[in-house]
């Protein structure tokens, strides 16, 4: 999350992960969908985004509800909101929840896997990714620099040398004769 992040740069140590059963607003939190996918809902505004929150849960009595109709009250309230938005939320697929939450203008997003992100046609038109012919084994996919100028863009110029593969050059340029690289390979030292 962006707030442990920015607390780890200004205090300069590790900060712990909040048990998300008890984090202090209950609307900038994940939770889990019927299909076992995980959603971030990301209202750190809630007393403006609460009403529709509510509507869009099929709950329209929370938002009335004196333990929860302020920010303040929901804070105070924490973890039994958390408990009764994680039941609702298991109610219903992600697919379902992403529909009602736009159409509701409510501020979210997928949780995805490694394999969802690594497979998603948005990160590989964003550069995120790239493919390279290996000279041995096949095409591989590799993650790109995320750094990126654009008088100097990174790139992926050739794969990771194999085992051994320099050995002869470098030591040539150590001033290794070729009889030296012999009897180096000939002991087992090199390859």
Not at 117 to 131: H, I, R, S
Not at 166 to 185: G, P
Request: proline share 5%; aromatic share 10%; charged share 25%.
């Amino acid at each position: 999350m962006g707030f442990d992040n920015e607390t780890a740069l200004q205090l300069g140590q590790e900060i712990s992960r909040t048990d998300r059963r008890s984090v202090n607003n209950p609307l900038y939190n994940d939770y889990q969908t019927k299909d076992g996918k995980w959603i971030f809902l990301a209202m750190v505004q809630t007393d403006r985004f609460w009403p529709a929150f509510c509507k869009a849960m099929g709950r329209p009595e929370w938002e009335k509800d004196a333990r929860f109709d302020s920010h303040v009250s929901r804070m105070k309230e924490k973890v039994n909101l958390i408990q009764l938005i994680s039941e609702t939320m298991a109610g219903k697929t992600y697919a379902e929840w992403d529909e009602i939450f736009k159409e509701n203008g409510l501020i979210f997003g997928p949780i995805s896997t490694p394999l969802e992100v690594v497979k998603d046609p948005q990160a590989w038109d964003n550069n995120f990714f790239t493919e390279i012919d290996h000279p041995i084994c096949r095409r591989l996919k590799l993650i790109r620099s995320p750094i990126n100028f654009s008088r100097t863009p990174a790139s992926i110029r050739s794969c990771a040398p194999e085992l051994g593969q320099h050995t002869e050059e470098v030591l040539l340029e150590l001033d290794y004769s070729w009889n030296d690289i012999a009897e180096l390979k000939g002991h087992g030292i090199i390859m």
